[in-house]
């Protein structure tokens, strides 16, 4: 259940980067999902980093983290997706 829930948390994080990332990112929705599982891990890191990753009711000072990480992680990724997709199409 624990996978099913980093596929689904990934894939919201994945789309709200996108959303809040501003013009128009290319990569396909699968590898938006891989990124915020990334995004998601990276922010639980630097949560436990600051010592917020078990408090009581909900975490928003983790999920903001996680929501920062995703939205970089979705921009740089996006950018590398971008430049060896290019790439190809060039040779």
């Given at each position: 259940?624990?996978?099913?829930?980093?596929?689904?948390?990934?894939?919201?994080?994945?789309?709200?980067?996108?959303?809040?990332?501003?013009?128009?990112?290319?990569?396909?929705?699968?590898?938006?999902?891989?990124?915020?599982?990334?995004?998601?891990?990276?922010?639980?890191?630097?949560?436990?980093?600051?010592?917020?990753?078990?408090?009581?009711?909900?975490?928003?000072?983790?999920?903001?983290?996680?929501l920062g990480a995703a939205?970089?992680?979705?921009f740089l990724g996006d950018?590398?997706?971008?430049?060896?997709?290019?790439?190809?199409?060039?040779?």
């Amino acid at each position: 259940m624990g996978w099913l829930w980093a596929i689904i948390v990934g894939f919201v994080l994945g789309l709200l980067a996108k959303a809040i990332i501003p013009g128009k990112q290319h990569s396909p929705l699968w590898l938006t999902t891989i990124f915020g599982i990334i995004g998601a891990i990276v922010g639980n890191a630097i949560a436990r980093g600051f010592g917020i990753d078990e408090t009581r009711g909900i975490d928003w000072g983790r999920h903001a983290l996680q929501l920062g990480a995703a939205i970089v992680i979705v921009f740089l990724g996006d950018m590398m997706y971008t430049a060896m997709r290019g790439n190809k199409e060039r040779a």
